[in-house]
């Protein structure tokens, strides 16, 4: 296991609705990337937090937001929710120490959401 | 637009074979490629890869990158059921803010027979 938890692990909603996922990062990690996984496809990047700002977005419309605390757990919302929306959302944590240098991204065990 | 393409999508096996996994890529701003292991929920790191030519090793697991031909492959040796899995191929590129992503493949579903 990698120390990355994330809440809830299953989540019913009906389109139109909004939701929050949680996740908490490995102890000692500073950055978090959120990433949606559609069934049968790879994970693509919805967004990252880097010391509680965002630090870079993929292709997601303005109704994923997010936000990272000072403990460096983070949130992600989603509102108005579509029935596309339905996917297993990752959490990713790793240590950025700004040298440009690579660090692995250790990920959580995702939530399931379904929108009905 | 960036791209990582694994080759083959899905494979079935017998305990004791050796499987070859593929990846390539097409992505501006470089930094590393990294290989998961993903069996329920959450993907597993098995390997990152910065330098051409030098290959990793984990027990019956190893990984090469080719930074000229612009592709990785995994091999699994001695394959056991326990193997049977998803294994994804990520690319770390270097966004405009100095922060990473991952591009990630569309996955290897791998079957392994007893």
């Known amino acids: 296991e990698t120390g990355v938890t994330q809440s809830p692990t299953h989540l019913i909603k009906t389109r139109g609705q909004q939701v929050t996922l949680r996740c908490s990062s490995q102890?000692?990690?500073?950055?978090v990337s959120w990433y949606q996984q559609a069934l049968g496809q790879g994970p693509q990047f919805i967004f990252q937090?880097?010391?509680?700002?965002?630090?870079g977005r993929g292709n997601f419309p303005p109704r994923f937001s997010g936000l990272q605390f000072p403990n460096y757990s983070s949130e992600l919302n989603v509102n108005a929710l579509e029935l596309d929306d339905s996917a297993l959302y990752l959490c990713?944590?790793?240590?950025?120490?700004?040298?440009?240098?690579?660090?692995?991204?250790?990920f959580g065990p995702g939530t399931r959401l379904t929108v009905t | 637009e960036d791209k990582v393409v694994q080759s083959p999508l899905s494979l079935v096996v017998h305990e004791g074979d050796t499987v070859t996994l593929n990846c390539s890529y097409e992505?501006?701003?470089?930094?590393?490629l990294l290989w998961y292991k993903q069996e329920k929920k959450a993907p597993t790191f098995l390997f990152m890869l910065?330098?051409?030519?030098i290959e990793k090793k984990s027990g019956r697991l190893s990984s090469i990158l080719d930074k000229k031909e612009l592709f990785s492959i995994l091999n699994i040796t001695a394959t056991q059921t326990g193997d049977s899995a998803i294994y994804l191929c990520?690319?770390?590129?270097?966004?405009?803010?100095?922060?990473?992503?991952?591009?990630f493949g569309e996955g290897t579903q791998l079957t392994v027979n007893p």
């Open positions: 990713a944590s790793s240590l950025d120490s700004g040298t440009g240098a690579s660090y692995e991204q250790y």
């Open positions: 992505v501006t701003n470089f930094r590393s």
């Open positions: 937090y880097y010391r509680e700002e965002e630090n």
């Open positions: 102890s000692g990690h500073n950055t």
């Open positions: 990520a690319v770390e590129v270097v966004m405009e803010t100095s922060g990473s992503r991952l591009t």
């Open positions: 910065t330098s051409s030519g």
